[in-house]
Each structure stands twice: as C-alpha cells, then as structure tokens.
C-alpha cells in the first residue's frame, strides 16, 4: 500500500519528529511511504481569516502535489478535515471540485487510517508511564474521529492512561481564535491543564500538533513536570 505523508505546516516548522515517527510506524505496518516536496500549506489560516481566494491557491497547489498519490495520511485532524472542506469550496467549478473531491476521499488522520484502513490496534508499541489524552475540537467533531486514537492507546504495552475530566473541552488554541481571542483563549488553556493535573499524568498525548503546542507552553510556563507528546510518538516506541 503506497501512502503519501502530509507533513502540515506545524509538525514541519515544530514537531518534525512526529512526522519521522509516522512514517516509521507506517512502514512497519507494511506501507510504502513517499513524501511530495511540492506540498505547502493546506489554506486553513487564510480560509478561517476571511481570505477565502488567497487560501485557494494554497488548496491548488495542494491537489496538484497528492495528485498521484494512493492514500494522504497526517498527524493532524484539523488539517485533514481542511482537505475534505475542499470540494465545497470548489463547488461550481468543475475541474478543481473533482479534484478536491478526489483528495478530499483519499485522505486520513493518522489514527483513522491505521485503525479504519489498515485494521490495526495495535502496532506493538511499548511505553512505561501513566498518561492522559487530550481530544482535539477539529479531530473530533468535524472529522468524526472519537475512538481510533483510544484504541491504539489502549494496547500499549505498559501504559497507564486516566481519563481526562471535560475532555471534550476546547484548548483554546483554534489558529487564529489565539491571537483574535488571546484573553479567552489563555482562561482556556488554564483550565485544561488543571484538568490534566487532576489526572496525576506524567504524559499529555494528542492527535494536533496546534493543541499539543499550545498546551505544552502553558505547562512550561508553568514548571509542571508533565511530558507532552504526539499520539505518532507514543506508537513509535517499541522494544529495543
């Protein structure tokens, strides 16, 4: 099974890693993993600031790299449901909305594609520590991924996880709700990490890189001694 990598801009800018540890962990699931130079930006700063036809040209030069791709996985929610708001964008344009209609159905999260493609739960991770997992907004009530993360986490060998009280409560990151709403946004991001201290974690594990960043820092700035990670890096690990 070929699979082309979208990186997104943050795990490419921040989190690198992450994008390693997807493609280890594809590979070892048997996937043939590519990685298309002329990706860019998916538009989705542009789109949610109001700048709908700068945020296009991104979108097409999007759909012109994955053209020939067989299967678009990324490590991140908010970006994949980006790819399947495209062929509404396009709508009343006959050839770029078949094209985002194509990308849109060829693409996954990460976690959604290792659970609802390739059938997988466990991937033969190892990872000693007790964690908590936080639900990003995009991942879960736009794209619909809800269980697919739960059940890889659940079969990792040696890892404690505690639920996360209000769970489903935003971070307050949301792009560029963070810098239009910085107050809010703060009170937000607050009030999750008291919910993860609750929990007595030493992990936070996410599915987005914006939510993972965005909470990292308060805990930083904090000097809490709770380790952030991205769900690729925890099934990553595995014995030595």
């Known amino acids: 099974m070929k699979v082309s990598l979208f990186i997104t801009c943050l795990a490419d ?23 298309p130079e002329e990706q860019t930006c998916c538009g989705q700063p542009a789109y949610s600031t109001g700048y709908l036809e700068d945020a296009k040209e991104a979108m097409k030069q ?40 194509i990308l849109a159905d060829k693409t996954y999260e990460f976690s959604q594609f290792l659970v609802d493609v390739l059938k997988m739960e466990d991937v033969g991770a190892v990872f000693e520590g007790r964690a908590t997992y936080h639900k990003s907004c995009h991942m879960t009530r736009l794209l619909g991924v809800k269980d697919a993360p739960m059940k890889l986490l659940k079969n990792v060998e040696g890892l404690e996880l505690e639920p996360l009280p209000r769970s489903q409560d935003c971070c307050g990151f949301g792009g ?8 809010i946004s703060s009170a937000m991001v607050d009030e999750k990490v008291e919910h ?5 974690a030493d992990v936070l594990i996410g599915g987005d890189c914006g939510c993972l960043m965005n909470i990292g820092g308060r805990i930083k700035r904090e ?12 099934l990553n690990k595995t014995k030595a």
């Not at 791709?69 to 980006?82: I, K, L, R």
């Open 196 to 200: 993860i201290k609750e929990t007595g």
């Open 176 to 183: 560029t709700f963070s810098v239009k709403m910085g107050d």
């Open 13 to 35: 800018v921040f989190y690198p890693e992450v994008g390693m540890d997807v493609v280890e962990v594809l590979e070892r699931a048997g996937c043939e993993v590519d990685f």
């Open 223 to 234: 000097g809490l001694p709770i380790k952030v990670m991205h769900l690729a890096e925890v």
């Open 62 to 101: 999007m759909m012109m790299a994955f053209a020939d791709s067989e299967y678009v996985v990324t490590p991140s929610g908010s970006c994949a449901y980006m790819f399947k708001e495209y062929p509404e964008l396009f709508k009343g344009d006959p050839e770029w909305e078949s094209k985002a209609k």
